[in-house]
């Protein structure tokens, strides 16, 4: 039994050895959505303060897991009347749920450089499982860093009324597309 326990702590932590994470460059990223306003225009948003990261042990990514945290305050849609509102209890509630997260619990490839990223986004305290299309750039060296660097290009869609996020009607879209786009360099 003994032997066992050793054995299976040597294996998780050769695991732990060989798994390397990558770090989000923020100067090269950025996390936005669009919704529909009034069914006739598309508004578009973003987060200002978010961070992400990659923890993988293969080099092609395929067993990687991603995670982001947002911070809800930071959403911005270039109009600071309907910032406000969006972090007000009608939508957001940004001061009872300060962050939004996403943790990966696949990553699959489809062919050539695009993959579905399955995982969990809890959203407003709400958690649910969402896909999400991914074009996966890399890995290539950094000509200064000589680190290995990807890209990621993210998309997808949600319905906000499903993560409790402001109410159903025809002022804003149900559906919000989502898109992010990353630079990420091996520490």
């Known amino acids: 039994m003994k032997k066992t326990i ?3 702590l040597g294996l998780f932590t050769s695991v732990a050895t ?3 994470n990558w770090t989000l460059d923020k100067a090269h990223s950025k996390l936005s959505f669009t919704v529909t306003h009034l069914m006739i225009s598309e508004v578009d948003g973003g987060f200002k303060n978010f961070d992400a990261k990659i923890t993988s042990s293969k080099a092609d990514l395929s067993d990687a897991v991603f995670e982001l945290t947002a911070q809800v305050n930071s959403i911005s849609t270039d109009n600071e009347r309907r910032d406000g509102h969006l972090k007000s ?4 509630d940004a001061e009872k749920f300060p962050t939004l997260t996403f943790k990966s619990t696949s990553f699959t490839k489809v062919e050539g450089k695009k993959y579905k990223l399955a995982g969990n986004l809890t959203l407003h305290g709400v ?6 299309d991914v074009v996966l750039n ?4 950094n000509a200064r860093s000589k680190k290995p660097m990807v890209g990621l290009k993210v998309s997808g ?3 906000r009324i499903a993560f409790g996020v402001g109410t159903s009607g025809p002022s804003v879209s149900d559906d919000v597309e ?3 786009a990353g630079e990420f360099t091996k520490d």
Request: charged residues 15%.
């Open 178 to 180: 989502l898109r992010a």
């Open 18 to 20: 060989f798994a390397q």
């Open 89 to 92: 209890p009608d939508f957001f």
């Open 127 to 132: 958690t649910k499982p969402v896909t999400l």
């Open 138 to 141: 890399g890995p290539v060296e």
């Open 6 to 8: 050793l054995l299976a």
């Open 157 to 159: 869609t949600i319905n």
